[in-house]
């Protein structure tokens, strides 16, 4: 296990530690972005850990962009889909590189800005001919949108249009991208939790429980009394992170 270091700023007067319910544990990991390599490494230092959970209930949560800018993106979803261990509940929520995928098969006008953000490396993934540039003329866009459409198995199709934007257990709530300030948890729009940035990332509000997310990505995990964010940037620093939550303790993998 690597215990990393962690930036801790709590707030104001006396404050309950958030916890989750007792009897489970929870391994929560962050943006993967096509690094199954990282992926597997991190899975077996989880399934490590995990033996000394006895009867626990043992949940994995997947804070989304499974895909794009790592060189595995088909890999990454093929894994998610089938290697969760006996025993164990696996919940997968939707980031905004699988929403732009999604785009990029139903519109592919989002073509040119999917590709800018790493949908290419994805397309190669799944052995797309890219050696006409999405950035050329429509006919050339079309022909690799129906390459891409033929070669996406139906499980990987099914899984990345299925996919929750949201997931909530004991005092957290765990999300892509963040939730907007002064919206209810319940009342949250697709649109911010798969893009938001600024206005969640600044805000000192108490949003009712611990958002746990990714998006943004940092040299290591914040922890902060409103929000905790796990995205170390896996596709760049090579440093995929899992946050361990059980009772009311909070540790990384």
């Not at 009897?23 to 399934?47: F, S």
């Not at 729009?189 to 958002?211: A, C, H, P, Y």
């Amino acid at each position: 296990m690597i215990r990393r270091m962690i930036t801790r700023v709590f707030g104001k007067g006396d404050r309950l530690l958030p916890t989750v319910p007792e009897g489970t544990r929870i391994y929560a990991i962050g943006d993967i972005h096509g690094r199954l390599d990282l992926l597997e490494a991190l899975h077996q230092k989880m399934v490590v850990d995990a033996t000394d959970a006895g009867f626990k209930k043992i949940l994995q949560i997947f804070v989304g962009d499974y895909v794009d800018r790592g060189a595995d993106s088909k890999g990454v979803i093929d894994w998610l889909i089938n290697s969760c261990p006996d025993g164990w509940s696996r919940v997968c929520l939707k980031g905004n590189h699988e929403k732009m995928m999604q785009d990029f098969c139903e519109n592919s006008k989002v073509a040119k800005y999917w590709s800018e953000l790493g949908g290419l490396d994805t397309l190669r993934s799944y052995n797309v001919d890219i050696n006409l540039n999405p950035n050329q003329d429509e006919h050339g866009i079309e022909a690799i949108r129906a390459d891409f459409i033929k070669k996406i198995p139906a499980a990987h199709w099914k899984f990345v249009t299925n996919l929750p934007t949201n997931f909530s257990v004991g005092d957290y709530f765990f999300v892509h991208a963040g939730v907007r300030p002064g919206q209810g948890l319940s009342e949250q729009e697709e649109k911010d939790m798969l893009w938001i940035r600024k206005e969640f990332l600044d805000s000192k509000i108490d949003f009712g429980k611990v958002i746990v997310h990714g998006h943004t990505p940092v040299p290591q995990p914040v922890v902060l009394f409103n929000r905790i964010n796990i995205d170390t940037g896996a596709f760049m620093s090579d440093r995929l992170t899992c946050l361990v939550l059980e009772g009311d303790g909070q540790r990384f993998l």
